[in-house]
T-cell receptor, first 114, second 113 residues
Framework: ETGVTQSPTHLIKTRGQQVTLRCSSQSGHNTVSWYQQALGQGPQFIFQYYREEENGRGNFPPRFSGLQFPNYSSELNVNALELDDSALYLC?????????????FGPGTRLTVL | SQELEQSPQSLIVQEGKNLTINCTSSKTLYGLYWYKQKYGEGLIFLMMLQKGGEEKSHEKITAKLDEKKQQSSLHITASQPSHAGIYLCGAPRWGGGADGLTFGKGTHLIIQP
């Protein structure tokens, strides 16, 4: 069974640029959540996708957007990058949206905005 | 939404000693997750608690959820260097199973040989 994978591992961008981060969910999981973790903080929920639809959103501006594909993999897109967007971006998959299911996390993508 | 406070923020413990980490919520917890994170890496699931008074153990780690479902503790017995890392508690944002998790800021655990 393949776990959650994310790409790229590290990324450096400059302010104002756009970035796309990718996540492959664990086999059999149809729900993907994205989190932003700033240094020294806990992860902050960005949004969740279930069957290709956004299913919940945290307190992030519209320049943070996402997609989920039929194979349940997902992308996180961030436009007009700001210095404060520098963080570890984590993706988590879970088998369904109902009930209290464990979320399986990927290794993360470290984004640095200069 | 949920807000979780963890204590202590950091902890230095001599190898072999026991330790406890606490997670307190401002609202009733409908589920409480414990994760461990190595610095700069992804989160590793440890345990999930749902019922008031519930207690779960795995190897040398025990987690409890109090009867009022507003506080959880994580206890490590006879700590080892492999226990070092950041421990995070998380809970469903709105009390339901769907949607994302709210996390505490984490407890940094250092094990001294």
């Amino acid at each position: 069974e393949t776990g959650v994978t994310q790409s790229p591992t590290h990324l450096i961008k400059t302010r104002g640029q756009q970035v796309t981060l990718r996540c492959s969910s664990q086999s059999g999981h149809n729900t993907v959540s994205w989190y932003q973790q700033a240094l020294g903080q806990g992860p902050q929920f960005i949004f969740q996708y279930y069957r290709e639809e956004e299913n919940g959103r945290g307190n992030f501006p519209p320049r943070f957007s996402g997609l989920q594909f039929p194979n349940y993999s997902s992308e996180l897109n961030v436009n007009a990058l700001e210095l404060d967007d520098s963080a570890l971006y984590l993706c988590a998959s879970s088998p369904q949206t109902s009930g209290y299911n464990e979320q399986f996390f990927g290794p993360g993508t470290r984004l640095t905005v200069l | 939404s949920q807000e979780l406070e963890q204590s202590p923020q950091s902890l230095i413990v001599q190898e072999g000693k026991n330790l406890t980490i606490n997670c307190t919520s401002s609202k009733t917890l409908y589920g409480l997750y414990w994760y461990k994170q190595k610095y700069g890496e992804g989160l590793i699931f440890l345990m999930m608690l749902q019922k008031g008074g519930e207690e779960k153990s795995h190897e040398k780690i025990t987690a409890k959820l109090d009867e009022k479902k507003q506080q959880s503790s994580l206890h490590i017995t006879a700590s080892q260097p492999s226990h070092a890392g950041i421990y995070l508690c998380g809970a469903p944002r709105w009390g339901g199973g769907a949607d994302g998790l709210t996390f505490g800021k984490g407890t940094h655990l250092i094990i001294q040989p």
